[in-house]
């Protein structure tokens, strides 16, 4: 039971193996890069078993995230977004191909990789602070407190340590969810949707908190969004999901620089083609299914200072 709670909040198990001993963790003070060539995605397919039939969500997805990247996933409903990141986070199994994350193959939850809900999943009758040390894995004996305390200065909500989350407003508790996410210090932050709950004004407001942490800690992350806007102000690269059995139908790069402004004529155009790629029908080009992607693609530069990477 205290394993399932533990999954339903965190995305992972209590029990889980976990490559770092205790040592490692108290000398890491500081976040460790994603090793290796970042994470990989080789041929992954996924289908769900539905009455008596097999249903093809996602078909052979290929793609590279580099270590310390900020990469979003977007594409229409249903398309298969966080199934991909439940594959990557080992909530769900591959029913093909292999993931790796620092060279090494997921095959189940870890705390190299933290994750983030669309809804925040705090338990209620635990404090902010309580939640983050929830969070934190059992075996580290020494500087919980500092930890979580660390943690709890790094989202920004010093003063609310003691704060149950039905005091907090629908940001803050997001916070919550994104400093329990980092308190192990992963390699790379999956983010579903966070902040698909919030006001647009407190959306804003988190996209900034986001990429200051992301600066900050230098954590690889991976973000699925309905926003495009969201994922042009963030992202260096953004893939685009095409329909089911979906494949990653376009890479676009995000040429430009931060702090980004959302109200000129580049970024208007950058949402243009965007939005083009995600609403062309499938059948007219499906490209960037290779696996190791980039080098053997042909690099489109863009009108709109983007750059296409298609086959
Ligand atoms: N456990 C499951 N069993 C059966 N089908 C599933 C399961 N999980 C997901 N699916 C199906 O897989 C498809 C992709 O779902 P997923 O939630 O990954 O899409 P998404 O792109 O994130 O959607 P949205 O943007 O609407 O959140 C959907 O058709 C969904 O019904």
């Known amino acids: 039971m205290a394993n399932k709670i533990i999954s339903w909040v965190t995305g992972r198990t209590s029990d889980q193996a976990c490559e770092r001993t205790e040592d490692n963790f108290a000398v890491e003070q500081s976040r460790r890069p994603i090793g290796g060539n970042g994470l990989q995605i080789e041929h992954c397919g996924k289908s769900f078993q ?20 900020f990469f979003c996933l977007v594409g229409g409903s249903g398309c298969g977004k966080s199934t991909l990141l439940k594959m990557i986070a080992g909530l769900e199994q591959a029913s093909s191909g292999t993931i790796r994350v620092g060279g090494r193959k997921v095959t189940k939850p870890g705390l190299d990789r933290g994750m983030v809900f669309q809804e925040h999943r705090l338990l209620p009758w ?7 040390d929830f969070g934190l894995r059992e075996s580290v004996s020494n500087g919980r407190e500092a930890i979580v305390q660390e943690h709890i ?19 803050m508790a997001q916070r919550v969810g994104l400093a329990r996410a980092l308190v192990n210090r992963p390699e790379v932050l999956l983010l579903d949707e966070p902040l698909g709950a919030l006001d647009a004004l407190t959306r804003q407001q988190m996209q900034h908190e986001i990429l200051r942490i992301w600066e900050a800690e230098k954590t690889t992350m991976v973000l699925v969004t309905h926003d495009i806007d969201e994922a042009l102000f963030l992202a260096d690269r953004v893939a685009v999901i095409g329909d089911k059995p979906s494949v990653v139908r376009d890479i676009f790069e995000v040429n430009l620089p931060r702090p980004r402004s959302r109200g000129n004529a580049a970024y208007d155009r950058l949402r243009q083609e965007l939005w083009d790629a995600i609403f062309r029908p499938s059948a007219t080009k499906v490209v960037a299914t290779g696996a190791e992607a980039f080098p053997s693609h042909e690099t489109v530069k863009t009108k709109a200072s983007i750059t296409c990477l298609v086959k």
């Open 126 to 132: 635990l404090t902010v602070r309580q939640n983050i």
């Open 50 to 69: 539905v009455h008596h039939d097999n249903v093809l969500v996602l078909n052979d997805i290929n793609l590279t995230i580099h270590p310390g990247e």
């Open 153 to 171: 200065r790094l989202v920004g909500l010093q003063g609310f340590e003691n704060a149950f989350p039905g005091q907090l407003s629908g940001g």
